[in-house]
């Protein structure tokens, strides 16, 4: 979907990746996702695209 939206509008794309890895077990990462969610935490990212795009 994020690629069919910069297509249609010529935006770019920019992944988004946690410092920490939310790790490949389901039920532990939705555990984390849930926990950040209910208490708005958002997790520290590895790269911020202000130092991306100029």
């Not at 994020?2 to 490949?24: D, H, K, N, Q, V």
């Not at 708005?40 to 130092?51: V, W």
């Given at each position: 979907?994020?690629?069919?939206?910069?297509?249609?509008?010529?935006?770019?794309?920019?992944?988004?990746?946690?410092?920490?890895?939310?790790?490949?077990?389901f039920?532990?990462?939705?555990?984390?996702?849930?926990?950040?969610?209910?208490?708005?935490?958002?997790?520290?990212?590895?790269?911020?695209?202000?130092?991306?795009?100029?």
């Amino acid at each position: 979907m994020a690629r069919w939206i910069s297509e249609e509008t010529g935006g770019g794309l920019f992944r988004m990746i946690p410092e920490e890895p939310y790790g490949e077990d389901f039920d532990s990462c939705a555990d984390r996702a849930k926990n950040e969610l209910d208490n708005g935490i958002r997790p520290k990212l590895s790269e911020h695209i202000d130092k991306i795009v100029k």
